[in-house]
């Protein structure tokens, strides 16, 4: 018999899903070519699902439903809120993209985003491997279809195909690890496999073997060297609205999966995984920076700028647990999350002004396209601006404080090799610097290639300057969204 608590703990889920149903059928009857009917009633139930997220994370409290296969905590809420925020904030940038390039001929755009959103949350809230995977498959499989949406362009198409494949191969590392973990525990319960695991009376070299191809079907989701291939692809190919929801709001999901799988189920092998995660984070940061300096493509530039912002989250997910202790577990893997949660918030911006400036007919999306856009726009200038400062680590944007607390957390540890990490991350966003700052230059000191002036509806310039100056505001008062972040990973650990 599944009790009360089952229900409240999946409750924002079951709203979510119902809605994503209802509006499904009745986007049959809207008639307006953009979809107005289905957008507001998207927006109206995402603003719902988050207010009820945001209540279920204040409210400190962790709740286990369905046998253990779901926990609702304080910090799968806040990251729950965090990703139902940032998928409002995508369709409102997206609509009018997506208008002039006929991708609103049905309602797909609005609800294969909410079953996205789904996904996530089920891969947020999953303690269950077989939940964890059935909530990837759910966010992939309507990812694979939004970036194919826009069926007569073959470049998207081409896009859609290689995530496929690629997203396939990378599904299945991670279900034979996932196999292989049950094979030597006996459980695919989260919190089962890490007792059993803890036991000691687990073959090591079977865990090492399944934890090999969990880490790398994990390295895939969130886009890291070597398992990158994908990213640059697929954020050129994409319709720009596309390449927003795909690298905004998952990239959320997959620092929840990381900490349920490695932290939650597998911390007694941190000694293990921590070390995949070092290489993997070194590549990340050196092929990213450099990849991206010969970029001439923003999109692309960005992708590449992705995989090195996700090798600064590794390197905070690899300092939590030192000589087998795990006293600043807490003060790494918040700072991993901080990090996470405030570029997902400069994404959604730096892409927005992307958006803002595509026009019926031009994407708008080459560096060159951006000269003079201070001449042209002075204010969408200056939130792009202050986008890549934030990108790059420039004070006093919140970018440098996400990347100073995984600093922080890197020298903490004492361990010289976290300490050569730390100096090396610093080198490496130096590099970094650089190729944001010659947008920066693009948009301030060359001549406008075009006079055409910079029109947008209302809900995304009001979004589009509340998102910028958050960037802004943040950076200045960190304290607030660090505090969260500290409270939820501590209650986290605790449970």
């Not at 050196?286 to 912002?309: D, E, H």
């Not at 939130?383 to 996400?402: D, E, K, R, T």
């Amino acid at each position: 018999m599944i009790d009360k608590f089952s229900w409240i703990s999946v409750f924002p889920e079951i709203i979510l899903l119902v809605m994503a149903c209802v509006i499904a059928l009745a986007d049959l009857a809207v008639k307006s070519p953009r979809r107005t009917g289905t957008y507001v009633m998207s927006l109206v139930t995402l603003a719902v699902v988050a207010t009820l997220q945001a209540l279920y994370a204040d409210s400190a409290s962790t709740v286990y439903g369905f046998n253990n296969m779901v926990v609702s905590d304080p910090m799968g809420n806040w990251l729950k809120c965090f990703a139902t925020v940032a998928v409002m904030v995508t369709l409102v940038y997206g609509r009018p993209y997506a208008g002039d390039r006929d991708m609103l001929r049905g309602g797909e755009l609005f609800t294969l985003s909410l079953f996205a959103l789904l996904g996530m949350f089920v891969m947020i809230s999953g303690n269950n491997f077989l939940v964890l995977y059935m909530g990837l498959e759910l966010l992939t499989l309507s990812s694979y279809a939004l970036v194919a949406l826009r069926r007569d362009n073959a470049t998207a198409t081409e896009a859609a195909i290689k995530y496929f494949v690629l997203g396939a191969l990378a599904s299945g590392f991670l279900l034979y690890g996932l196999s292989m973990m049950y094979g030597a525990t006996g459980s695919l319960d989260v919190n089962a496999v890490f007792r059993a695991i803890n036991s000691g009376h687990v073959n090591h070299q079977v865990l090492v073997f399944g934890l090999v191809f969990v880490v790398s079907g994990l390295a895939f989701k969130l886009g890291v060297v070597p398992f990158h291939m994908w990213i640059p692809d697929v954020y050129q190919g994409a319709p720009t609205a596309v390449t927003l929801m795909i690298g905004g709001a998952p990239k959320l999901a997959a620092f929840a999966i990381m900490i349920r799988l490695l932290v939650e189920g597998m911390l007694p092998l941190a000694i293990d995984w921590q070390q995949m995660l070092m290489v993997l984070s070194v590549a990340s940061l050196l092929i990213g920076n450099l990849a991206a300096i010969a970029q001439t493509n923003l999109k692309r530039m960005l992708a590449f700028s992705t995989i090195s912002q996700m090798g600064f989250v590794l390197l905070g997910m690899m300092s939590g647990v030192v000589n087998g202790q795990i006293d600043s577990a807490a003060n790494a893997y918040s700072s991993s999350m901080f990090y996470v949660i405030t570029y997902v918030l400069t994404t959604l911006a730096s892409f927005g002004v992307i958006l803002l400036l595509a026009r019926d007919g031009f994407e708008s999306e080459e560096i060159a396209d951006f000269a003079g856009l201070n001449q042209r726009s002075p204010l969408y200038a200056a939130v792009m601006a202050i986008c890549l400062f934030s990108l790059a680590g420039i004070p006093p944007m919140v970018g440098f404080y996400a990347k100073l607390s995984v600093l922080q957390a890197l020298v903490a540890s004492g361990q010289a090799v976290s300490i050569g990490l730390a100096v090396f991350a610093v080198m490496m966003s130096l590099i970094g610097a650089f190729y944001y700052l010659r947008v920066v230059k693009v948009m301030y000191f060359d001549e406008p290639i075009t006079a055409t002036t910079v029109s947008a509806p209302l809900d995304v310039r009001v979004v589009l300057c509340i998102n910028g100056a958050l960037v802004l505001v943040l950076g200045l008062l960190p304290g607030g969204l660090m505090a969260v972040c500290a409270r939820a990973v501590v209650q986290m650990l605790g449970s």
